[in-house]
């Protein structure tokens, strides 16, 4: 169970909501976790019942499968689920990065680049959740760079279900996990949005092969 930070209690259920959210989108979670609202409600030091209001708002993001309040889980992804996702983040995420290269300083480059830094060093010693949460923060960098605060949160609610399939596979897909976004900050250097739109589809199709994998190794078992 991942460990959570103090919480400010002015507005409870929002924030618990938020900090689950959080957990779900950088791979906190891994597919076939289970949740339990009272483990939940001791770590944020509260009741059981912003635990369940944001639990069954989570459920009904599609981003747990919530059979009784006993059996609370992180979802395995099929694979047309997968494929229809990859199929929407590819548009949007392509805006994104395409709108991106249009206005990114130095300074936006300049965070990109760090990001990657650190995520080069995540792989090294082997901490894939520490590379899935910085894999998703570089994601996320390019709306942000793009001025998007809508598409923001529109790819908040795919990530919801995408982050904890790309941490259970973020070792196990080593370099694909990371080489693909070398060419997005190359094109936003160039101010090419072309380039930066190809090169996050790429990093989706061909960088997601190790997702792929894993749902259908996790078929194979089921």
Request: a neutral charge; hydrophobic letters at 45%; glycine letters at 8%.
């Amino acid at each position: 169970m991942p460990e959570f930070e103090t919480l400010d209690h002015s507005n409870l259920n929002s924030t618990i909501y938020g900090a689950l959210c959080d957990a779900l989108i950088q791979g906190r979670f891994q597919p076939g976790d289970r949740l339990k609202i009272r483990d939940l409600a001791e770590q944020f030091g509260t009741s059981v019942t912003p635990i369940r209001d944001a639990i069954l708002k989570l459920a009904n993001d599609e981003a747990i499968t919530f059979r009784s309040p006993r059996d609370i889980r992180i979802p395995a992804m099929s694979e047309a689920r997968y494929r229809e996702i990859r199929s929407i983040r590819v548009r949007l995420e392509g805006l994104a990065a395409e709108t991106a290269a249009q206005v990114a300083t130095s300074a936006d480059i300049a965070a990109l680049e760090a990001i990657l830094r650190e995520n080069e060093a995540a792989l090294a010693c082997g901490d894939g959740l520490k590379g899935a949460e910085l894999n998703q923060m570089f994601h996320f960098m390019l709306p942000k760079i793009a001025g998007l605060p809508v598409l923001n949160g529109i790819l908040r609610r795919l990530w919801l279900q995408m982050g904890p399939l790309i941490s259970d596979a973020y070792l196990p897909g080593g370099r694909a996990m990371i080489d693909h976004h070398y060419p997005i900050v190359e094109a936003l250097k160039r101010h090419d949005p072309a380039a930066a739109s190809m090169a996050i589809v790429d990093d989706i199709l061909l960088g997601g092969k190790p997702l792929l994998e894993r749902i259908e190794k996790g078929a194979r078992k089921a």
